[in-house]
């Protein structure tokens, strides 16, 4: 249990990063591990994962961060969150 824990963290570290840096990587990170992010994240998994594919990766950051800490978002937290360009 411990071993996943750290495994889910050391996941949504590096969806963050991803979506922090407007890496497209984060949508294939996203489809091959979406069942053990659905199971640490629950509900708001499907949030995250509509955002990730419409590539809304600010709305996305938002949402996870705010998951990650226990909080849910609201509205006016949903603004975009400044994310580095893709190359």
């Known amino acids: 249990r411990a071993a996943d824990d ?3 963290g050391q996941l949504l570290g590096y969806v963050e990063t991803l979506l922090r840096e407007g890496d497209m990587r984060v ?3 996203w489809r091959e591990s979406a ?3 659905e199971a640490a994240l ?3 998994a499907e949030r995250l994962h ?3 594919e419409a590539f809304h990766f600010g709305l996305a950051l938002k949402t996870l961060l705010g998951a990650r800490s226990g909080a849910r978002p609201t509205a006016d ?3 975009a969150v400044p ?3 893709a190359v």
């Open 77 to 79: 937290q949903t603004s």
């Open 50 to 52: 509509q955002e990730i």
């Open 27 to 29: 949508i294939g990170v």
């Open 42 to 44: 629950g509900p708001v």
């Open 35 to 37: 069942p053990l992010i």
């Open 6 to 8: 750290v495994r889910v």
């Open 83 to 85: 994310v580095r360009p």
